[in-house]
């Protein structure tokens, strides 16, 4: 019986929800990276994945033809709306574009009971600016400070911290640079060195080498997008930093392989590679 003043429900009983992963970021007209990358990741490991649209891209194989930031409010909206209604486990960050949505973003992240993982995006894959040189600063004073895990390559911890590494021995040096800004952990990426994908995580404390296999591929549009999503949602899932960490490496390992030519320029990972590669072991 319906209590006075009170509305019965007419939602038929479901499954209980998977976990919540929020995504802030910029969209990719494209569909390789983003927010497009980011739901596709979250959809492939099992997650519900949620978004908050920071920026708007004219973006293809071939680069970022132009990128249009939206206002500080819609951006707080979004967020609220999502997170007062639904709730989140994780929260993953990527494009920003300017000091103003940083710091709101970074505002909404410290008032939210969930891991942040935080890719401090500062260039597209074509090396056009998605991020304004005055944002930096509140990057490194207000977003990592209150990032669980921040995943910077190794070009943007040398926008970030001037710390230029070359070679994997410089990798903790790069590591220890990112954390005095106060993430608890920092995952340096060392894809664009030679060699084998090794990949550097750490507090400061204790230190997790990540290595595999370099593919010959160049359609890797989307790797950090989906990198940084893919932790979140294993954070989401229940998993330990380093075991969140370690098993996302090994997603965007096999999205890496699958990635396929799409335009003229450079294509995307294969977010759903596990997914096809089921599906055609399950065929008769």
């Known amino acids: 019986m319906t209590a006075p003043g009170t509305r019965a429900s007419t939602q038929a009983p479901g499954r209980a929800a998977p976990p919540r992963v929020l995504t802030v970021a910029g969209s990719d007209s494209g569909g390789g990276a983003g927010i497009q990358a980011d739901l596709k990741t979250m959809l492939a490991l099992g997650v519900h994945g949620m978004s908050v649209l920071t920026a708007v891209t004219a973006q293809n194989s071939l680069g970022v033809q132009g990128a249009w930031e939206l206002p500080v409010a819609a951006v707080r909206a979004q967020y609220r709306s999502v997170v007062d209604d639904i709730g989140v486990q994780a929260v993953k960050t990527g494009m920003l574009a300017t000091a103003e949505l940083v710091e709101a973003v970074a505002e909404l992240i410290a008032g939210t009971d969930a891991p942040a993982v935080v890719d401090p995006v500062g260039v597209s894959k074509h090396g056009d600016p998605l991020l304004a040189a005055s944002a930096l600063d509140s990057v490194r004073t207000r977003l990592l400070p209150v990032a669980t895990v921040a995943t910077p390559n190794l070009d943007e911890v040398a926008q970030l911290t001037g710390v230029r590494a070359t070679s994997e021995a410089q990798l903790p040096e790069a590591a220890a640079a990112v954390l005095a800004y106060g993430p608890r952990w920092a995952l340096i990426k060392g894809g664009h060195l030679s060699g084998e994908a090794v990949d550097l995580l750490t507090d400061g404390r204790e230190e997790h080498w990540l290595r595999a296999p370099r593919h010959d591929n160049r359609h890797t549009h989307g790797t950090g997008c989906t990198l940084a999503s893919a932790i979140a949602s294993y954070l989401a899932l229940g998993r330990s930093v380093p075991e969140a960490v370690t098993a996302a490496k090994a ?18 990972v294969d977010h759903g590679w596990a997914l096809t590669r089921e599906r055609c072991v399950g065929t008769p």
């Open 251 to 268: 997603y965007v390992t096999g999205a890496i392989a699958a990635g396929f030519r799409l335009g003229g320029g450079i294509g995307p």
